[in-house]
T-cell receptor, first 115, second 118 residues
């Protein structure tokens, strides 16, 4: 079964600093990979996704993620964090099963941005 | 585009009552919708997959008689928590796949429904 590990439960960064959120997955083949953001009181919003092709994926809000097969990783990055980026971030992997995709989420990383 | 709504956004009920949560795709049709449950400080756990016009597929450990799912139209799926108990208190989130863009394998999430059972 696929699994997703987000080793950092909570991260604090200064506004303007760079950010990297880690994500490792366990799956026999290359899965579909996603990053979602959840702001308080709101639903999950898709930041970016990787299915195939270029391993560096650009997303919304200035985020990017790089798929590294050798490390089974899909880390999320942003060069300069804004206060509005404070939220919880979920890495997810998708596995096609029965004609649709079943998504498994990581435990999430809560990002705090300080002035 | 690709907006999913949930109603109600929060609900408080007495133990033993049943609660229905609606999930609607507002600007697209969804043959497949998903129901998740999120406990505090934990990730989303898939409960079941709802397919329009057919029975839902439940994940292991999820009681189908406890959590009734109906996907009667291409824009609406409902989750009914029957005879709710305090341990059912949680944050329930639905998602939907755009029928016209299923190849994109993207799920659009609703804002969630917070259920508190007293």
């Amino acid at each position: 079964a696929q699994s997703v590990t987000q080793p950092d439960i909570h991260i604090t960064v200064s506004e303007g600093a760079s950010l990297e959120l880690r994500c490792n997955y366990s799956y026999g083949a290359t899965p579909y990979l996603f990053w979602y953001v959840q702001s308080p009181g709101q639903g999950l919003q898709l930041l970016l996704k990787y299915f195939s092709g270029d391993t560096l994926v650009q997303g919304i809000k200035g985020f990017e993620a790089e798929f590294k097969r050798s490390q089974s990783s899909f880390n999320l990055r942003k060069p300069s964090v804004h206060w509005s980026d404070a939220a919880e971030y979920f890495c997810a992997v998708g596995l096609l099963s029965g004609g649709y995709q079943k998504v498994t989420f990581g435990i999430g990383t809560k990002l705090q941005v300080i002035p | 585009g690709a907006v999913v709504s949930q109603h109600p956004s929060w609900v408080i009920c007495k133990s033993g009552t049943s609660v229905k949560i609606e999930c609607r795709s507002l600007d697209f049709q969804a043959t497949t919708m998903f129901w998740y449950r999120q406990f505090p400080k934990q990730s989303l756990m898939l409960m079941a997959t709802s397919n329009e016009g057919s029975k839902a597929t439940y994940e292991q450990g999820v009681e189908k008689d406890k959590f009734l799912i109906n996907h009667a139209s291409l824009t609406l799926s409902t989750l009914t928590v029957t005879s709710a108990h305090p341990e059912d208190s949680s944050f329930y989130i639905c998602s939907a796949r755009d029928r016209a863009k299923e190849y994109q394998e993207t799920q659009y999430f609703g804002p969630g429904t917070r259920l508190l059972v007293l």
